[in-house]
């Protein structure tokens, strides 16, 4: 899928989500863009987990078990997760919007709904993922691919 194809894919829900989670749409798209490869990763084709949100204790839905790289003490590894498993794309939306609204760590961050740069930030200096380059990496597709137009 080409960028352009993912964005005109996921724009429209992550749109209709936001106005619902305030979660900015743009954030949406980029974050799905880089953790699944714009939409081509085993983990978005099998399992239509487009953001690699991991099935903790408090999923109850369908599983899928596959490795991913973690930043552990400086360093790269590959060890095995157990991911949350969607039938459609949108679905994936409506579960990371009510993951990221339900989850505490994460508050802080919707003070800045109308900010996805400072949401991003914020999403990562929490913990969503042990990437340290993370939030730079959401931000530079946002700006590369002019995603917060999403926002508007």
Known sequence: ?????????????????AKLT?????????????E?????SELSVQG??????????????????????EYIRGVWIMVPARWRKYDTWDRCIADHAAFLRSNQRYSAAFQFSNDAVEFTRHIATA?????PGYADK???????????????
């Open 36 to 40: 699944s490869g714009w939409g081509s």
């Open 1 to 17: 899928m080409t960028p352009q194809d993912f964005i005109a894919t996921l724009g429209p829900p992550a749109q209709a989500s």
């Open 48 to 69: 239509k987990n487009i953001f690699g949100v991991k099935a903790d204790p408090s999923w109850h839905g369908d599983i899928l078990t596959m490795k991913t790289r």
């Open 22 to 34: 305030d979660v900015p749409a743009s954030f949406v798209v980029a974050e799905g863009a880089l």
């Open 138 to 152: 959401i931000c530079a597709l946002m700006q590369e691919h002019n995603l917060t137009k999403l926002d508007d």
């Open 127 to 131: 913990g969503y993922a042990t990437d």
